[in-house]
């Protein structure tokens, strides 16, 4: 499904960044992934060769917007252009409002946000260049119901649906499309690092009765990359079972 597409997805060193590079890869596109360190990019490099696949990879500071804009240009060098980038990458909160510090908050902020708006401003010249491109980022359903504690994270993914609906607007004359995947509750590490207390209700309350695999979540950035999804634009799909927590 993307013969001759190069993709870049950030967060690919694990979780549903990982899968979605597999499945991407799986479906004959370059990939390029970016995770936070050297080591997880190297691991995530490694078992994906065994698995028969090549990928290049990278761990920018994505808050620094030269340096981001710098392997932009050595990736352009190299392949000729960018058709589908995946901003992915994010961390999560889940503090009282009285427990989280203006740090806290802008951490996720720096992150969620922020990292995105580096790459799409990086990224977006190149694909005018090339007559077209897919944009999808990663929310989340507390973009839709918020959640009972920590703000920050509900507040991050309901700015992914602003830029994703504004730029979509944007960036249409020019053929790129932009949307969003809103994952439910995903088996990642990302969800290990809650408390059972709190993970256990929220998977018995999913209507479809079970949590969302990453894969769940890659078919659908698999979806929105295609030339399938040709007439798709300024969409927030939610990929979550059904789940309203
Ligand atoms: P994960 O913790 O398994 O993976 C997070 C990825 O982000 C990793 O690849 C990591 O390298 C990258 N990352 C973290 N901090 C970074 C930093 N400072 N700089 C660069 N990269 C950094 O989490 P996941 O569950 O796979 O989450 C991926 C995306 O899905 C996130 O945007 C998350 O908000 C979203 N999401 C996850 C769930 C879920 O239930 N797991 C639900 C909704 C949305």
């Known amino acids: 499904m993307l013969k001759g597409k190069v993709a870049l997805i950030t967060g690919g060193t694990r979780g549903i960044g990982l899968e979605t590079v597999r499945t991407f890869l799986e479906n004959h596109a370059d990939v390029i992934l970016f995770g936070s ?8 490099k490694e ?3 065994k698995e028969g696949f090549l990928v290049d990879g990278y761990f920018p500071n ?3 917007y030269e340096e981001v804009l710098d392997i932009i240009k050595e990736i352009i060098k190299k392949y000729g252009h960018i058709d589908i980038l995946i901003n992915n990458a994010g961390i999560s909160a889940n503090k009282k ?14 992150l969620n946000v922020k990292a995105i708006f580096n790459l799409i401003k ?11 491109g897919v944009i999808l980022n990663t929310s989340s359903m507390v973009s839709i119901y918020g ?9 991050s993914k309901f700015a992914v649906n602003g830029i994703t609906k504004s730029l979509s607007r944007e960036l249409a004359p020019f053929q790129i499309r932009v949307n969003a995947v809103a994952p439910g509750i995903i088996k990642t590490d990302m ?9 256990k209700p929220l998977i018995q309350s999913i209507p479809l009765g079970r949590i969302g695999e990453p894969k769940d979540i890659a078919n659908a950035f698999l979806f929105l990359a295609s030339d399938m999804a040709s007439y798709i634009t300024g969409e927030i799909l939610s990929v979550d079972g059904a789940a309203r927590s």
Do not use: C, H, R, W
Request: zero cysteines; a negative charge.
């Open 37 to 44: 360190k050297s080591e997880s990019v190297q691991i995530a």
């Open 47 to 49: 078992s994906l060769k």
């Open 62 to 64: 994505l808050n620094n």
């Open 97 to 110: 409002i009285e427990d989280t510090t203006y740090e806290d908050f802008s951490k996720i902020i720096d």
């Open 122 to 132: 990086a990224v977006v010249p190149y694909m005018k260049d090339n007559q077209g």
């Open 147 to 155: 959640q009972p504690s920590g703000v920050g994270y509900p507040a």
């Open 191 to 199: 969800v290990a690092a809650l408390p059972e207390e709190q993970i």
